[in-house]
Nanobody, 116 residues
Framework: QVQLVESGGGLVQPGGSLRLSCAAS????????MSWYRQAPEKERDVVAT????????TYADSVKGRFTLSRDNAKNTLYLQMNSLKPEDTAVYYC?????????WGQGTQVTVSS
Protein backbone atom coordinates (compact mmCIF):
# COMPACT_ATOMS: atom_id res chain seq x y z
CA GLN A 1 0.00 0.00 0.00
CA VAL A 2 1.03 3.59 -0.54
CA GLN A 3 2.94 5.06 2.39
CA LEU A 4 4.41 8.50 2.86
CA VAL A 5 6.51 9.24 5.94
CA GLU A 6 7.64 12.80 6.62
CA SER A 7 10.51 13.80 8.86
CA GLY A 8 12.78 16.74 9.58
CA GLY A 9 10.44 19.17 11.26
CA GLY A 10 11.20 21.00 14.47
CA LEU A 11 11.59 24.32 16.22
CA VAL A 12 13.75 26.91 14.49
CA GLN A 13 14.38 30.63 14.97
CA PRO A 14 13.28 33.14 12.34
CA GLY A 15 15.83 33.23 9.55
CA GLY A 16 16.84 29.65 10.15
CA SER A 17 16.66 26.59 7.92
CA LEU A 18 15.18 23.13 7.95
CA ARG A 19 15.17 20.26 5.49
CA LEU A 20 12.10 18.08 5.35
CA SER A 21 12.11 14.58 3.90
CA CYS A 22 9.31 12.34 2.70
CA ALA A 23 10.07 8.64 2.30
CA ALA A 24 7.69 6.99 -0.15
CA SER A 25 6.78 3.35 -0.67
CA UNK A 26 4.08 1.19 -2.21
CA UNK A 27 4.11 2.81 -5.64
CA UNK A 28 6.54 3.60 -8.42
CA UNK A 29 7.82 6.85 -6.98
CA UNK A 30 9.78 7.91 -10.05
CA UNK A 31 6.67 8.10 -12.23
CA UNK A 32 4.53 10.38 -10.05
CA UNK A 33 4.31 14.08 -9.44
CA MET A 34 4.81 14.86 -5.77
CA SER A 35 3.82 17.80 -3.61
CA TRP A 36 4.30 19.36 -0.19
CA TYR A 37 1.35 20.99 1.52
CA ARG A 38 1.09 22.76 4.84
CA GLN A 39 -1.66 23.50 7.31
CA ALA A 40 -1.43 26.19 9.96
CA PRO A 41 -3.75 26.14 12.98
CA GLU A 42 -7.34 26.96 12.02
CA LYS A 43 -6.41 27.36 8.36
CA GLU A 44 -6.92 25.24 5.27
CA ARG A 45 -4.26 22.92 3.93
CA ASP A 46 -2.47 24.70 1.09
CA VAL A 47 0.03 23.59 -1.51
CA VAL A 48 3.61 24.72 -0.91
CA ALA A 49 5.43 23.20 -3.86
CA THR A 50 5.09 20.55 -6.56
CA UNK A 51 7.69 18.64 -8.55
CA UNK A 52 7.32 16.60 -11.73
CA UNK A 53 8.13 12.90 -11.80
CA UNK A 54 11.65 13.34 -13.17
CA UNK A 55 12.26 16.49 -11.20
CA UNK A 56 12.58 18.77 -14.17
CA UNK A 57 9.69 21.06 -13.28
CA UNK A 58 8.91 22.63 -9.95
CA THR A 59 6.29 25.15 -8.91
CA TYR A 60 6.06 27.09 -5.68
CA ALA A 61 3.50 29.07 -3.76
CA ASP A 62 4.26 32.78 -3.98
CA SER A 63 4.80 32.92 -0.24
CA VAL A 64 7.80 30.57 -0.39
CA LYS A 65 9.39 31.43 -3.75
CA GLY A 66 13.08 32.16 -3.41
CA ARG A 67 13.24 30.62 0.08
CA PHE A 68 12.16 26.98 -0.38
CA THR A 69 13.61 24.43 -2.77
CA LEU A 70 11.86 21.19 -3.67
CA SER A 71 13.83 18.22 -4.92
CA ARG A 72 13.59 14.47 -5.20
CA ASP A 73 15.88 11.46 -5.31
CA ASN A 74 14.13 8.82 -7.37
CA ALA A 75 16.80 6.26 -6.53
CA LYS A 76 15.96 6.65 -2.84
CA ASN A 77 12.19 7.15 -3.26
CA THR A 78 12.51 10.34 -1.26
CA LEU A 79 11.16 13.85 -1.61
CA TYR A 80 12.89 16.81 0.02
CA LEU A 81 11.96 20.36 0.92
CA GLN A 82 14.82 22.69 1.80
CA MET A 83 13.44 25.65 3.70
CA ASN A 84 15.62 28.72 4.21
CA SER A 85 14.99 32.16 5.67
CA LEU A 86 12.11 30.77 7.66
CA LYS A 87 9.47 33.14 8.98
CA PRO A 88 6.95 32.77 11.83
CA GLU A 89 4.20 32.54 9.21
CA ASP A 90 5.80 29.35 7.92
CA THR A 91 4.72 27.63 11.14
CA ALA A 92 2.48 24.72 10.18
CA VAL A 93 2.24 20.97 9.84
CA TYR A 94 3.86 20.00 6.56
CA TYR A 95 2.47 17.08 4.54
CA CYS A 96 3.74 15.09 1.63
CA UNK A 97 1.10 14.25 -1.02
CA UNK A 98 0.73 12.00 -4.05
CA UNK A 99 -2.20 11.13 -6.31
CA UNK A 100 -2.11 7.47 -7.23
CA UNK A 101 -4.75 5.25 -8.79
CA UNK A 102 -7.46 7.86 -8.59
CA UNK A 103 -7.03 8.85 -4.97
CA UNK A 104 -4.90 11.18 -2.90
CA UNK A 105 -2.51 9.91 -0.28
CA TRP A 106 -1.05 11.94 2.58
CA GLY A 107 1.68 11.35 5.08
CA GLN A 108 1.16 11.88 8.80
CA GLY A 109 2.77 15.31 8.67
CA THR A 110 5.73 16.91 10.40
CA GLN A 111 5.45 20.01 12.59
CA VAL A 112 7.51 23.07 11.73
CA THR A 113 7.55 25.87 14.28
CA VAL A 114 9.35 29.13 13.59
CA SER A 115 9.70 31.16 16.74
CA SER A 116 12.25 33.08 18.76
Amino acid sequence: QVQLVESGGGLVQPGGSLRLSCAASGFTFSTYTMSWYRQAPEKERDVVATISSAGGRTTYADSVKGRFTLSRDNAKNTLYLQMNSLKPEDTAVYYCRVWVGGRTYWGQGTQVTVSS
